[in-house]
């Protein structure tokens, strides 16, 4: 199953004070809006997303069909592939799609309970 790029998307408190911590620690913005309260950072081959209001709380996030550069691939497991895979093997999603095409999400949790977003864009 080809999950896409991975980050950690953290639930923030204040973006602009979560922006500057993590600049000095090496991280660059690479794509969203300050704005619109969200922001994906990287260092390295390393990415983070900073998502104020957005979320209860942290996350592991999959991107279908997106490098770690937010760039589209070609070569990709769509979301409603992956949805039908993991519950053929009994996984218990939190969230399913009923999508037919186009951006769709599933959510489900580890036996830590550690949410998990897969969040295909395209």
């Known amino acids: 199953m080809k999950l896409g790029a991975f980050s950690i998307s953290l639930s923030v408190k204040d973006i602009a004070r979560s922006k500057a911590f ?12 300050e704005d619109q309260k969200w922001l994906m950072l990287k260092n390295g081959e390393t990415v983070i997303g900073l998502f104020e209001g957005m979320f209860p709380t942290n996350m592991l996030t999959f991107n279908p069909g997106w490098d770690q550069d937010a760039q589209n691939i070609d070569d990709f497991d769509d979301v409603r592939a992956i949805q039908a895979s993991l519950l ?9 799609t009923e999508g037919k095409e186009g951006p769709v999400s599933i959510m489900l949790t580890d036996p830590d309970g550690n949410p998990i977003l897969i969040d295909q864009h395209r």
């Open 88 to 96: 053929a093997a009994g996984v218990e999603l939190d969230s399913q």
């Open 22 to 33: 993590y600049e000095q620690l090496g991280f660059t913005k690479f794509h969203g809006e």
